[in-house]
Structures are given as structure tokens and as C-alpha cells.
């Protein structure tokens, strides 16, 4: 993946159109809190509406939090689908192999951070299973190197895609967009409020480039001031500028 960050970026974002396939097994992934849990709901209601709960089974791996897996289960109940529990990678392949006649399952699973060890391990034991497609979550407020270092953590070839989350919250999705231009992601949904399931929708590329070059309303601290840019060269650069514009 750090290998991506050096290739030319693509010319433009590749937005895609919900799933790759509307079917198979899906993991969502990305550190703590970005909406993981939330968005496997969003994505659960969308496939039974279309497919039937019967059609539809949830899981979630291990982690750290405390009432990680209640969350989903509620969702489960509420959406009338069951929701296993899986401890590790044999676990989980013996799961996936009991719901071989789903159409869809979907994995939530628990957050950690980027810098965690056990993401190594996570992936590595969705990877095994042979037949997960993993879906990286990014959330658009985050500032761009953060977001960088996620996709590095994350990245890798069974990524299927990326969702962007909690859009409603971001003051400028403009670094959250270069991110996933640069590492040539493909950007299945967006994620812009807490509802289950009105909030996520087919990315709309007039809207995000809308958002991506909106200039902040009213000035703020993180602003740059007129006179603050010129501070923002590095001295060589700043006389090798003045020297092109003299
Ligand atoms: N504003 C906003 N909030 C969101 C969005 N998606 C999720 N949330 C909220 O973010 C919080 C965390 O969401 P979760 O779905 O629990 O996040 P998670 O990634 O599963 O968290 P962990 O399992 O702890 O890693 C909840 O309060 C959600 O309602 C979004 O698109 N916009
Ligand atoms: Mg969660």
C-alpha cells in the first residue's frame, strides 16, 4: 500500500455504485468509532428490504469494548436477522461455511486503532477465510495524514472498497477526498448522519466536489490569513517564488 502513495495519482475519483457485488461476504473495517457498527446496520437494512432478513446474517469478531457486540445484536433483532459472534480465524471460516446459503453476510468488526498490532492479525484472519471482502471506513472529518496512515494500516488488495462516514460533521471533505484519490480507493457509499438507514447513500460525484472546494463560511483559527501564507513557504522556496513573480 505505501507503494500506491508513490504511483501518479488518478486523474479523478472512482466513485462506484454501492457494492462491487450485491452479494457475498462483506467485513467492514477502520479504527474506533467511525461508524462501523452503524453503517453494517445502514447496509443490513438496505439487503433486507431487497432480499429478505432470512437471506442475511451478521458478524462480529473480537475486541477490547465492552457492549461491542450488543450494539449489533440489537440491530439484528430489530432487523429480525441472526448475529454471531466469532473469537478467531477458525472460527470464523467454520461460521462462513454454516452460511454458505446466505446472500449476503456482513461483518462488523471491533474497533481498534491504526497502530494496533491486532490490525495485522484482523486482517490476516479475514484474509485466510478466503471469500471476505473488506470495506474501509474513513471518516471524512479526520485531517488527511491520519487518514493516510488508516489506509496504510487497512489497505491491500481485498479491499473492495471504502465508505466515507459521519460527512455531516466535516467542515472540509477536501482531505478525505485527496486520500482516497491518491490511494485509488473506490468510494462505495457515504455515510452523513446517525440514522439506521436513511443515512447512507450512492456517492454523488457533483456533491463531493461541491463540498471538496467550498470555502469555510467566517473566519476561524485554523484559517490562513493573507499574510500567514507567505509564512508557509520554506525560505528557499519563498525567494525562488518572489524571484518568478518579480
Ligand atoms: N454524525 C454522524 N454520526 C455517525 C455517523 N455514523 C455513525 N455515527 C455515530 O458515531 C458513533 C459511533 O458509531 P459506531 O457505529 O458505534 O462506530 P464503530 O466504528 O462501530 O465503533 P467501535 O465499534 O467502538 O469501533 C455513534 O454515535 C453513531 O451514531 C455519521 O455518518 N454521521
Ligand atoms: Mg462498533
Not at 462462513?96 to 486503532?113: C, N, P, Q
Not at 482531505?175 to 447512507?200: F, K
Not at 461541491?210 to 520554506?234: N, W, Y
Request: net charge positive.
Amino acid at each position: 500500500m505505501a507503494d500506491r502513495c508513490r504511483q501518479p495519482a488518478p486523474a479523478h475519483i472512482v466513485v462506484g455504485c454501492g457494492l462491487h457485488r450485491p452479494w457475498g461476504v462483506y467485513a467492514l473495517v477502520r479504527p474506533t468509532g467511525v461508524g462501523k457498527t452503524t453503517t453494517t446496520a445502514k447496509l443490513a437494512a438496505r439487503c433486507v428490504v431487497r432480499y429478505g432478513a432470512e437471506r442475511l446474517a451478521l458478524l462480529t469478531t473480537g475486541g477490547y469494548r465492552i457492549g461491542a457486540h450488543e450494539q449489533l445484536r440489537i440491530y439484528g433483532r430489530i432487523l429480525g436477522v441472526p448475529v454471531f459472534v466469532v473469537r478467531d480465524g477458525e472460527d470464523l471460516r467454520r461460521t462462513l461455511a454454516d452460511l454458505r446459503d446466505k446472500h449476503m453476510v456482513l461483518i462488523d468488526t471491533v474497533g481498534m486503532s491504526q497502530r494496533d498490532r491486532m490490525v495485522a492479525e484482523q486482517a490476516a484472519m479475514l484474509t485466510r477465510s478466503g471469500e471476505v471482502n473488506r470495506l474501509l471506513l474513513l471518516n471524512a472529518g479526520s485531517r488527511g495524514d491520519t487518514l493516510d496512515d488508516v489506509v496504510r494500516a487497512y489497505g491491500g488488495e481485498d479491499l473492495a472498497g471504502c465508505i466515507l462516514t459521519k460527512v455531516d460533521e466535516a467542515t472540509a471533505l477536501a482531505p478525505a477526498l485527496d486520500c482516497i484519490v491518491r490511494h485509488g480507493l473506490t468510494l462505495s457509499y457515504v455515510g452523513n448522519g446517525q440514522r439506521v438507514p436513511e443515512d447512507l447513500h450512492l456517492p454523488n460525484r457533483q456533491y463531493l466536489l461541491h463540498r471538496a472546494f467550498k470555502v469555510p463560511s467566517g473566519e476561524t483559527a485554523h484559517s490562513l490569513r493573507d499574510e500567514e501564507i507567505a509564512m508557509s513557504f520554506p525560505p528557499a522556496q519563498d525567494a525562488k517564488l518572489g524571484a518568478r513573480i518579480a
